[in-house]
């Protein structure tokens, strides 16, 4: 009999209580092993406290349920934990005060289930000694070595509905109306949902953009009677020659940020070379939000099950992946030592360009 551990880490994604209730129904039912929940992330492995048994009662009804049962931190890192001294923040690794506590605790292996950075963390445990098996998740599908990480189709559906409800009001009132997603520096957000959605112009990280293609292809829309236009813009998206909009932190604020994000910035761009009236909306946290997909649950429940299978097998330092149709394993290192981005000859910005959709260049 086996106990394993699970945690979920990074930012919370629709389809996270699936993998739980995946790993747990299938470490129960098909092999009688016990399961331990990791609270809030890497940050449960520093406190035993925030770990308790997962049965089949725990994990019962939360198929539909958004978020996560277990919390989640984007702190918690064990190797580089912050901590205030002397009203600054330090770094600490405490990497082995984690080792000691999943020894402590028993566990014959982790399944860490989480992003690009919660993997590289999962990584290095399993360079330390620790049983990893891990789970890839993030609405930004980001990661290699996976057709989808779960979650992306939920922020998808949600931002596809957004772009359906913002047509009428864009309509009714002859605007150009920009829809800033997230996805960090992958526009895979931002270009399917717009081509779900019906946007005139997407603009995405991997193709900067020239401002002036895209006045013109809002100017062409108006003479041929479309007094309205949608742009998508992925938040990652800058103009050519521009200060690329960095990810997060107070150190790397830059021009695009400072006007409130791209979203903000085309809006400024489009008004001063048309004479139209722009809005702004930041999808923002609905992207995570709310029950998941079909295709998520589905997704989530296989890649939990698939990770249970992996620790019965021993293959250790390797996530589940979709492949396909099909669940494999991938090596976790090369899933995260570089990002899953859009090709920009590739197939999909084709079809988008193909049927007159602008990404600005
Ligand atoms: O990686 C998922 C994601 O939602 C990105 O799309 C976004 O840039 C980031 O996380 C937002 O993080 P936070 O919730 O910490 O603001």
Redesign the pocket.
């Known amino acids: 009999s086996k106990k394993i551990g699970i945690l979920t880490g990074?930012?919370d994604c629709p389809g996270l209580n699936a993998v739980i209730r995946g790993v747990v129904k299938s470490a129960v039912i098909r092999h009688g092993w016990e399961v331990i929940g990791i609270e809030d992330g890497f940050d449960g492995l520093l406190d035993i406290n925030k770990c308790r048994p997962l049965t089949l009662e725990s994990v019962r009804g939360i198929l539909p349920r958004g978020g996560t049962i277990l919390g989640s931190t984007?702190r918690g890192n064990p190797f580089l934990f912050p901590m205030e001294e002397n009203g600054r923040t330090v770094h600490v690794d405490f990497s082995d005060r984690a080792i000691e506590n999943i020894r402590s605790l028993g566990l014959d292996a982790l399944i860490t289930v989480g992003?690009e950075g919660s993997l590289k963390i999962a990584l290095e445990l399993w360079k330390r000694g620790v049983p990893v098996v891990g789970v890839p998740k993030?609405?930004?599908n980001d990661l290699r070595e996976t057709d989808f990480t779960f979650g992306f189709n939920t922020a998808l559906e949600t931002a596809t509905d957004a772009l359906d409800k913002l047509h009428t009001t864009a309509e009714s009132h002859h605007r150009v109306m920009i829809m800033e997603v997230?996805?960090?520096y992958a526009g895979w957000i931002a270009l399917e949902s717009g081509i779900a959605g019906g946007a005139d112009v997407i603009l995405i990280p991997e193709i900067p953009y020239d401002i002036e293609k895209i006045c013109q292809a809002i100017r062409r829309r108006c003479e041929r009677g479309s007094r309205f236009s949608i742009i998508v813009a992925g938040?990652g998206a800058f103009p050519i020659g521009g200060d690329r909009l960095v990810?997060?932190g107070p150190d790397e604020r830059n021009a695009i940020e400072r006007l409130g994000g791209i979203g903000q910035f085309v809006a400024h761009q489009v008004e001063k070379c048309l004479e139209m009236d722009a809005r702004v909306m930041v999808l923002g946290?609905l992207?995570?939000g709310g029950s998941p997909s079909t295709f998520d649950r589905a997704l989530g429940t296989r890649f939990g099950t698939k990770a249970v299978a992996m620790v019965a097998a021993g293959q250790f330092g390797q996530m589940t992946c979709l492949k396909g149709r099909t669940i494999g394993t991938a090596s976790i290192e090369s899933a995260t030592n570089a990002l899953n981005t859009v090709d920009p000859d590739g197939e999909i910005v084709k079809a988008a360009e193909d049927i007159g959709i602008t990404l600005g260049r």
Request: without cysteine; charged residues 30%; hydrophobic residues 20%.
């Open positions: 990074g930012g984007n992003g993030t609405i930004d997230m996805g960090r938040e990810a997060k946290h992207q995570r």
